[in-house]
């Protein structure tokens, strides 16, 4: 096997213009976001309801607080995940897109550092309620931390592992 071949052969990555990057890369950044927007979409739907239920007249003040916050977390991530949308219909055409896929992809991780925040909030907001137990900042925390080795500890290891220097 001649150096050519052997090089062609060990190389890694595509042999892709910027261009169709970008393209190929808006795809995938798509269909990411689909997955989470429908998560935080169900999500914000639910918390949208518990204010016109008669147990929320109940609730201490510290839970109707957390309540409101999680509320406004929600909103804030549905815009986040929705927004790379509305990016793309407003630079379409202007020969952009690498730029356009890079903001998208800061709002989408935005967005999902959003929708921890809110399905964390929703979790302490309900155990507190279903329980009144001290244990449930605990329990959250450990959630949390689940969440962060998921979404982003492991996604960060096989990075660092497995990209070339």
């Given at each position: 096997m001649s150096d050519a071949e052997q090089g062609a052969s060990t190389r890694r990555g595509r042999d892709e213009t910027a261009?169709?990057?970008?393209?190929?890369?808006?795809?995938?950044?798509?269909?990411?976001?689909?997955?989470?927007?429908?998560?935080?979409?169900?999500?914000?739907?639910?918390?949208?309801?518990?204010?016109?239920?008669?147990?929320?007249a109940t609730l201490s003040d510290t839970d109707q607080t957390i309540y409101i916050v999680t509320v406004v977390l929600g909103a804030c991530a549905t815009g986040a995940l929705i927004g790379p949308v509305s990016l793309h219909r407003l630079v379409?055409?202007?020969?952009?897109?690498?730029?356009?896929?890079?903001?998208?992809?800061?709002?989408?991780?935005?967005?999902?550092?959003?929708?921890l925040a809110t399905t964390s909030?929703?979790?302490?907001?309900?155990?507190?309620?279903?329980?009144?137990?001290?244990?449930?900042?605990?329990?959250?925390?450990?959630?949390?931390?689940?969440?962060?080795?998921?979404?982003?500890?492991l996604p960060l290891w096989t990075r660092y592992r497995h990209t070339t220097r």
């Open positions: 261009e169709e990057r970008a393209d190929r890369m808006w795809t995938e950044l798509i269909q990411e976001i689909r997955v989470a927007q429908m998560g935080v979409q169900i999500l914000f739907g639910f918390l949208l309801t518990v204010v016109f239920t008669p147990m929320y379409s055409g202007r020969r952009i897109k690498p730029q356009a896929v890079r903001w998208a992809s800061r709002l989408t991780m935005l967005g999902l550092l959003l929708l909030a929703s979790l302490l907001l309900i155990l507190r309620v279903a329980t009144h137990d001290d244990f449930v900042p605990y329990l959250v925390a450990g959630v949390v931390c689940w969440y962060l080795l998921c979404w982003f500890g």
